[in-house]
């Protein structure tokens, strides 16, 4: 049996010493480490995919926190059952999570559950500090970029141009232009 570690951290200016310290300590044979963010899918993240491909039956997967390894219950339940498949157990140093004990196991769900419990109410704050900002005319959004190009869309178009093509050089949809024109006929009507 091998002890494997998989360190990440979201972005490029943060360090990867202290979780590569901790996985160190707890005697893996190998790190494998990025900088990617963990919303990203496991075929995005290389070094946890070509390590989730590297293990054997027997062997440990090591890690420092569960949110190092996945964002979602789903996605940490997948990555689990991958393990299982494969007869390799999972461990979490500041957690004391084991999952090759039913205690492990059973921990390990009710943190994912915390996580993902943790990362909704973020984004009900999140919603609720937008409406609060809308209601004082303080938030307005991302200004619409389209139709302020109406004109240049109905003037390209009556110069020949296909609709894909005005898109590509206003930097902008087609399905802004669609619209656009939907509009200027309604407009003539």
Same mark, same amino acid.
């Given at each position: 049996m091998?002890?494997? %570690?998989?360190?990440?951290v979201? @972005? $490029?200016d &943060?360090?990867? /010493?202290?979780?590569?310290?901790?996985?160190?300590?707890?005697s893996?044979?190998?790190?494998?480490?990025?900088?990617?963010s963990?919303?990203?899918?496991?075929?995005?993240?290389?070094e946890?995919?070509t390590?989730?491909?590297f293990?054997?039956?027997?062997d440990?997967?090591?890690?420092?926190?569960?949110?190092r390894?996945?964002?979602?219950?789903k996605?940490?339940?997948?990555?689990?059952?991958?393990?299982k498949?494969? %007869?390799?157990?999972?461990r979490? @140093? $500041?957690q &004391?999570?084991? /999952?090759?004990?039913?205690?492990?196991?059973?921990?390990?769900?009710?943190?994912?559950?915390?996580?993902e419990?943790?990362?909704?109410l973020?984004?009900e704050?999140q919603?609720?500090?937008?409406?609060?900002?809308?209601l004082?005319?303080i938030?307005?959004?991302?200004?619409?970029i389209?139709q302020?190009?109406s004109?240049q869309?109905?003037?390209?178009?009556?110069?020949?141009?296909?609709?894909?093509e005005?898109?590509?050089?206003?930097?902008i949809?087609i399905?802004?232009?669609?619209?656009?024109l939907?509009?200027?006929?309604?407009?003539?009507?």
């Amino acid at each position: 049996m091998k002890t494997y %570690g998989y360190a990440r951290v979201s @972005t $490029e200016d &943060q360090d990867l /010493t202290i979780q590569r310290e901790a996985l160190l300590a707890a005697s893996c044979y190998s790190v494998r480490e990025e900088k990617v963010s963990g919303q990203a899918s496991t075929d995005d993240r290389k070094e946890l995919s070509t390590l989730l491909e590297f293990l054997r039956e027997g062997d440990c997967l090591v890690v420092t926190r569960i949110d190092r390894l996945a964002r979602s219950v789903k996605h940490l339940q997948d990555i689990v059952h991958q393990l299982k498949e494969k %007869g390799v157990s999972l461990r979490v @140093t $500041e957690q &004391q999570v084991d /999952t090759s004990t039913a205690a492990g196991k059973a921990f390990f769900d009710m943190l994912g559950v915390f996580a993902e419990f943790e990362t909704n109410l973020r984004k009900e704050r999140q919603a609720e500090g937008i409406a609060k900002a809308k209601l004082k005319g303080i938030y307005k959004g991302r200004k619409p970029i389209a139709q302020e190009k109406s004109d240049q869309v109905l003037q390209l178009i009556g110069d020949g141009l296909k609709r894909q093509e005005v898109a590509d050089q206003l930097g902008i949809g087609i399905a802004s232009v669609y619209r656009i024109l939907k509009n200027s006929k309604a407009a003539t009507v």
